[in-house]
């Protein structure tokens, strides 16, 4: 497996590997990377579509790309995946995944043609004062040290932030900043989380820095990603005979070793109750998601709270008994044995007459019943003790839902604080009583509030123990490599899998692991996208330094009078060049 980068390669279909009808697949998991995974062993790959086996332990496929409608519960949806232009993997997969609604175009055509007739950005990304005030203007409100602090994260090597915290690293000068605020809230980072991990992200996405206020660098689906994204893939694999097994929990794959090789050689699982056992040779190829930022779910409704379950469940655990047979495998309890620090929940709450909608208007300067964007990413308020934000992309979010009601996706990142109208933390809460917080933060009179709560609205609460498990702090190895060293028909897919430059929590980790993994046992030729290189242009840390420091021009700066000296040199020395011309443009100076 290699990686490439412009579109000789991105357009080309490669050969068909050899050898690929004696083989067959199995995925354990049904969730984006293993979906992804099976396209690419279908696409690129041609491998028969009934040699392909998916083992799923629910009862529908989707893993955390989820949005239902339950019988009883109404419309659910554990969260959201923002997207933007440079997920190379995940177009390279789309453009060849049929639209369920378009005819004779892709899941690409539809999603680039949606966002191109209506673009997203915000127009309220921070509220105080219960909605009346917006927070801030745009601008990050980074002190020079704090500047200096990230500029120093920047360029520090992998190795010096293992198991480092980011409060290790940044001072509060740093978290008292809008940067900070805008950056946990829009990737639930918190202070006790990996520096690594807030590293590769600053240098992932600094071509978006600018963007960070008004989310004008995102993308997103016409409807929640389970039926945008989930439901096309399903479809596409079904035609091509690939083999869905629901109700089967996978507990361990056996490994054989022998002459510095690892091989697969049996999978222990339990169907609908029953032990069973797959018996596997080496042209058998075995892919696992190892690890699940929704495991352990579990939902609430009006009147209830949302349990916070303890235990570590059924992929945490088959993780461990893969592990325990070699160190190449990972270290899985640095990931889900803290759960304090893993968790947070979210809600769905759907509007069911016309009192809320007022409110959401009046905040998000956009009419919610359009059918195009309307808040355009998370609304955050600030002054909350939870934390919380909200979002409501584009109307209806289900294909199901009725045109006269809403649906809105709450979050809170600090779960273990009592609010600020209801005096309990949010994981003691009901639907009901969350709802009740946020209405108030919308700004709806409190003595309406309980009345709307209960009768304008349906609230389904979500607590995800490990929903940030992967920011855990961690070194080398605790997350193995996609294909561990020395395994022969074996690989790691998903967001604890371990490949280089790309950052977790994002629907292109998955499918990038997932496609390095393909390409890799069934040695595919040719090359897997590389992760967009912003980081090395020169151009991008120009202008992302500029927008950091909101606009003010580092050829104003004041220096000490040998620097300042020092300066003008410089400065005379590139008149008249490419170089003062580049500077100019990009507000330097």
Request: hydrophobic residues 30%.
């Given at each position: 497996m290699y990686y490439s980068n412009g579109n000789y390669e991105a357009f080309a279909r490669p050969r068909k590997p050899e050898g690929v009808d004696k083989k067959s697949a199995y995925l354990v998991g049904s969730g984006l990377a293993s979906l992804a995974a099976a396209c690419f062993l279908v696409r690129d790959g041609q491998m028969k579509g009934e040699h392909i086996h998916i083992l799923e332990e629910m009862s529908l496929p989707g893993g955390a790309c989820d949005g239902i409608k339950d019988s009883q519960k109404g419309f659910i949806v554990r969260g959201g995946r923002e997207m933007e232009n440079h997920f190379e993997c995940l177009w390279d997969l789309f453009r060849s995944i049929p639209s369920l609604e378009t005819e004779e175009a892709s899941v690409l055509d539809e999603f680039y043609w949606l966002n191109k007739k209506?673009?997203?950005?915000?127009?309220?990304?921070?509220?105080?004062?219960?909605?009346?005030?917006?927070?801030?203007d745009g601008k990050f409100g980074l002190s020079e040290k704090a500047s200096t602090e990230i500029i120093k994260l920047f360029f520090t090597r992998d190795e010096d932030l293992y198991d480092k915290k980011i409060e290790d690293v940044f001072t509060q000068e740093f978290f008292d900043s809008n940067f900070w605020l805008y950056w946990r809230t829009m990737f639930a980072f918190e202070n006790w989380h990996s520096a690594l991990e807030m590293k590769l992200y600053i240098q992932r996405f600094i071509h978006h820095i600018g963007g960070l206020p008004d989310f004008k660098a995102l993308k997103f689906t016409k409807y929640n990603q389970y039926e945008s994204l989930i439901l096309p893939m399903v479809k596409y694999l079904e035609a091509h005979n690939v083999q869905f097994q629901y109700d089967t929990r996978v507990t361990n794959v056996i490994f054989e070793k022998k002459g510095g090789?690892?091989?697969?050689?049996?999978?222990?699982?339990?169907?609908?109750?029953?032990?069973e056992s797959i018996d596997l040779i080496e042209d058998d190829l075995v892919f696992v998601t190892?690890?699940?930022?929704?495991?352990?779910?579990?939902?609430?409704?009006?009147?209830?709270?949302?349990?916070?379950?303890?235990?570590p469940g059924g992929c945490w655990e088959l993780w461990r008994n893969i592990a325990r047979q070699d160190s190449s495998f990972g270290h899985p309890d640095k990931f889900c044995t803290d759960i304090k620090a893993t968790n947070w929940e979210s809600a769905t709450v759907t509007t069911l007459d016309d009192k809320i909608p007022p409110y959401i208007e009046k905040i998000?300067?956009?009419?919610?019943?359009?059918?195009?964007?309307?808040?355009?990413?998370?609304?955050?308020?600030?002054?909350?003790?939870?934390?919380?934000?909200?979002?409501l992309n584009r109307q209806p979010h289900f294909k199901e839902q009725p045109r006269n009601q809403l649906v809105v996706w709450v979050y809170g990142l600090l779960t273990d604080v009592p609010g600020d109208y209801i005096k309990k933390p949010m994981k003691d809460c009901t639907g009901i009583e969350i709802t009740e917080e946020w209405l108030y933060h919308l700004g709806v009179p409190e003595s309406q509030i309980h009345d709307m709560a209960v009768n304008s609205a349906k609230c389904v609460p979500c607590m995800?123990?490990?929903?940030?498990?992967f920011f855990m702090p961690r070194t080398a190895g605790d997350r193995p490599k996609v294909v561990p060293d020395g395994c022969t028909n074996f690989a790691f897919i998903g967001q604890f899998a371990d490949t280089v430059r790309d950052t977790v929590f994002t629907t292109e980790y998955s499918i990038r692991t997932a496609m390095e993994a393909v390409y890799t046992?069934?040695?595919?030729?040719?090359?897997?996208?590389?992760?967009?290189?912003?980081?090395?242009?020169?151009?991008?840390?120009?202008d992302s330094t500029s927008k950091m420091m909101d606009g003010e021009k580092i050829g104003d700066k004041k220096l000490p009078l040998a620097a300042n000296v020092v300066k003008k040199k410089v400065l005379k020395k590139i008149s008249g060049t490419v170089i003062e011309d580049l500077l100019k443009k990009y507000n330097v100076i």
């Open positions: 209506d673009p997203n950005y915000s127009l309220m990304r921070a509220t105080i004062n219960r909605g009346e005030d917006a927070h801030t090789k690892k091989v697969a050689v049996k999978i222990e699982c339990i169907r609908e109750g029953k032990k190892n690890g699940s930022c929704t495991e352990n779910s579990s939902l609430g409704d009006n009147d209830h709270p949302a349990e916070l379950k303890e235990g998000c300067k956009r009419d919610p019943f359009s059918g195009k964007v309307v808040t355009g990413g998370i609304i955050t308020v600030k002054d909350s003790k939870w934390l919380m934000s909200y979002t995800m123990p490990y929903i940030t498990a046992l069934l040695d595919v030729d040719r090359g897997v996208p590389e992760v967009f290189a912003s980081c090395y242009d020169i151009r991008v840390l120009l």
